[in-house]
């Protein structure tokens, strides 16, 4: 019934930008804080941001933050993510999750719903 599903991602120059959609089905993004992770080749899964279900408050890591925005739709229950000014550093697969809880904080929330991710590339 809980469903999260990612699209946007593709092949993308360095400097360019993408934005990625998170489309949920069977929760209202008013009750629940979604976070966007990825995983590049060899490496470990990073957090890169979240938005809280209460006030919308949101947090970016170090490595995107400046270039990553985070925002809700709440009418189209969709969360996104602009990123700007890729590097091929950004390749990963970004996956977006869910909980219901209405607040997040980077590396502290336990994600109960996972998409099926998306690839992006950055590359010449």
């Known amino acids: 019934q809980l469903q999260l599903v990612e699209s946007g991602g593709g092949l993308v120059q360095p400097g360019g930008s993408l934005r990625l959609s998170c489309a949920g089905s069977?929760?209202?993004?008013?009750?629940?804080?979604v976070a966007w992770f990825r995983q590049g080749p060899g490496k470990e899964e990073e957090e890169v941001s979240c938005i809280s279900g209460g006030d919308g408050v949101t947090e970016y890591a170090d490595s995107v933050k400046g270039r990553f925005t985070i925002s809700r739709d709440n009418a189209k229950n969709t969360v996104y993510l602009q990123m700007n000014s890729l590097k091929p550093e950004d390749t990963a697969i970004y996956t977006c999750a869910a909980v219901r809880e209405y607040l997040c904080t980077l590396g502290e929330c336990e994600y109960d719903y996972w998409g099926q991710g998306t690839q992006v590339t950055v590359s010449s």
């Open positions: 069977g929760f209202s993004l008013d009750y629940w804080s």
